[in-house]
């Protein structure tokens, strides 16, 4: 069993308690309203304004806008923070869409403490999943360059 909350911003927040190894998600319109399901047929009907949805079978919180799960979503932004970080920007199969369960996580980080960053991002970030962190402010290909302003998708900028 696992706890999964959905936010309401505006409102309130919803608490489910599902069981992770038969449920799953359907998206039903543009309205954000999901039908969860379990095998035994017990159905839940839920408002959800958060651009998010859940990966029952492991109960991971996947951010839509980014492609990416929540919690390093937030790792990130808190090492970007700690490091002084300027900008991140993703770019890659995930800022496209195209992306795969297991497809790496491309960054291109400016300004800041890019080392400390890069470090931490590589040794304290709790996924399986690969980095590919890219120090733009410095020389980097043409092509690369390329991809992210036509891909990129900006995840942090200092305020």
């Known amino acids: 069993?696992?706890?999964?909350?959905?936010?309401?911003?505006?409102?309130?927040?919803?608490?489910?308690?599902?069981?992770?190894?038969?449920?799953?998600m359907h998206f039903v319109s543009s309205l954000f309203i999901y039908v969860l399901s379990e095998n035994n047929g017990v159905s839940l009907l839920c408002l959800w304004t958060e651009l998010s949805i859940m990966s029952a079978d492991k109960g991971?919180?996947?951010?839509?806008?980014?492609?990416?799960?929540?919690?390093?979503?937030?790792?990130?932004?808190?090492?970007?923070?700690?490091?002084?970080?300027?900008?991140?920007?993703?770019?890659?199969?995930?800022?496209?869409?195209?992306?795969?369960?297991?497809?790496d996580i491309d960054i291109a980080v400016y300004g800041g403490d890019f080392d400390g960053f890069y470090w931490d991002v590589k040794e304290k970030t709790h996924s399986l999943l690969m980095f590919d962190i890219v120090q733009a402010d410095v020389s980097i290909s043409d092509e690369l360059k390329e991809e992210i302003e036509k891909d990129g998708v900006v995840i942090y900028e200092k305020a």
């Open 1 to 24: 069993m696992f706890i999964a909350e959905f936010e309401r911003k505006d409102l309130y927040s919803y608490y489910g308690v599902f069981c992770s190894s038969h449920c799953t």
């Open 60 to 103: 991971a919180i996947l951010n839509m806008k980014y492609n990416l799960p929540d919690r390093i979503l937030r790792e990130i932004v808190s090492f970007a923070k700690e490091h002084s970080i300027t900008k991140i920007i993703l770019f890659g199969s995930r800022a496209r869409g195209t992306n795969t369960e297991r497809s």
